[in-house]
Nanobody, 124 residues
Framework: VQLQASGGGLVQAGGSLRLSCEAS????????MAWFRQDSGKEREFVGS????????YYADSVKGRFTISRDNAKNTVYLQMNSLKSEDTAVYYC??????????????????WGQGTQVTVSS
């Protein structure tokens, strides 16, 4: 199994980026696909996820209304569209795959497969 995250970069505050997570060895529609982020010296935190069954999306309060997760089953890829970026969004972003219970989708320990991370830097 491999999750290949890409799309990170340097952007000014207020700008947008779209991250991609291309999966091989698993089918994204059979897993909860999540995005987490980690800034230096901080714990990895939940950004959002898309449920394997039904495709419903969930977001951290800090990104709700600005970030959108989508899934392209034909490309076996999940996306994180990030708009209205803020300096506090600066972090390494990771995609992950797992089958957590709905009550535990924010638990980093319940995702079995992880991508390598992609750096997002937002300048103010």
């Amino acid at each position: 199994v491999q999750l290949q995250a890409s799309g990170g970069g340097l952007v000014q505050a207020g700008g947008s980026l779209r991250l991609s997570c291309e999966a091989s060895g698993l089918t994204v529609s059979n897993y909860d696909m999540a995005w987490f982020r980690q800034d230096s010296g901080k714990e990895r935190e939940f950004v959002g996820s898309i449920r394997w069954s039904g495709g419903r999306t969930y977001y951290a309060d800090s990104v709700k209304g600005r970030f959108t997760i989508s899934r392209d089953n034909a490309k076996n890829t999940v996306y994180l569209q990030m708009n209205s970026l803020k300096s506090e969004d600066t972090a390494v972003y990771y995609c992950a795959a797992g089958r957590p219970a709905l009550s535990a989708i924010r638990d980093v320990n319940l995702y079995r497969y992880w991508g390598q991370g992609t750096q997002v830097t937002v300048s103010s």
